[in-house]
T-cell receptor, first 114, second 112 residues
Framework: DTAVSQTPKYLVTQMGNDKSIKCEQNLGHDTMYWYKQDSKKFLKIMFSYNNKELIINETVPNRFSPKSPDKAHLNLHINSLELGDSAVYFC?????????????FGPGTRLTVT | LAKTTQPISMDSYEGQEVNITCSHNNIATNDYITWYQQFPSQGPRFIIQGYKTKVTNEVASLFIPADRKSSTLSLPRVSLSDTAVYYCLVGAHFSNDYKLSFGAGTTVTVRA
């Protein structure tokens, strides 16, 4: 059983399009995160939700909108895609806010904007 | 968050022990030291965490001196499959920061 899963694994789209990435965790964790890893391999936090409540919203363009329909899911919707959005996006989860340093990551979604 | 410094890259050969040292001079009293491993085309994976002295699990050992200003991740008898990026992170579980800050990590390349 995959603990943290993401779909799709690859996403190729054109500038200006709107796309979504889905994330699900079956670990029973309360807290979920979205990270962006750029071409230089730096991993940066974008958002974090705890029990469906947004708790971290880093300096991310408002074209990015996370949605958490329940504790097990955290989706990322991106409007008006730009070339600079090309990156690998990782979803992660932790048991709760007290276990921030023990996160479980998904396999990543490689987004390519042309 | 405590700033960490680790080597950019290390090369090794199969069967050798690899030691990666991370410096964290301004580590706080409540901070833990955590290491993650990231294989190519995969998400980071939590491998070990410690507060002081030595911690060992099936993957690695973590050595932390008494002053806690540095730590060393030890990978025993590496194989080609240990080629990965290793990240050192320092922070407190119950802080109000609620996030991990990854640096550049150490790229370990294991050769046959």
């Amino acid at each position: 059983d995959t603990a943290v899963s993401q779909t799709p694994k690859y996403l190729v789209t054109q500038m200006g399009n709107d796309k979504s990435i889905k994330c699900e965790q079956n670990l029973g964790h309360d807290t979920m995160y979205w990270y962006k890893q750029d071409s230089k391999k730096f991993l940066k936090i974008m958002f974090s939700y705890n029990n469906k409540e947004l708790i971290i919203n880093e300096t991310v363009p408002n074209r990015f909108s996370p949605k958490s329909p329940d504790k097990a899911h955290l989706n990322l919707h991106i409007n008006s895609l730009e070339l600079g959005d090309s990156a690998v996006y990782f979803c992660a989860s932790s048991q709760d806010l007290g276990r921030v340093y023990e996160q479980y990551f998904g396999p990543g979604t490689r987004l390519t904007v042309t | 968050l405590a700033k960490t410094t680790q080597p950019i890259s290390m090369d090794s050969y199969e069967g050798q022990e690899v030691n990666i040292t991370c410096s964290h001079n301004n580590i706080a009293t409540n901070d833990y030291i955590t290491w993650y491993q990231q294989f190519p085309s995969q998400g980071p994976r939590f491998i070990i965490q410690g507060y002081k002295t030595k911690v060992t699990n099936e993957v690695a050992s973590l050595f932390i001196p008494a002053d806690r200003k540095s730590s060393t991740l030890s990978l025993p008898r590496v194989s080609l499959s240990d080629t990965a990026v290793y990240y050192c992170l320092v922070g407190a579980h119950f802080s109000n920061d609620y996030k991990l800050s990854f640096g550049a990590g150490t790229t370990v390349t294991v050769r046959a």
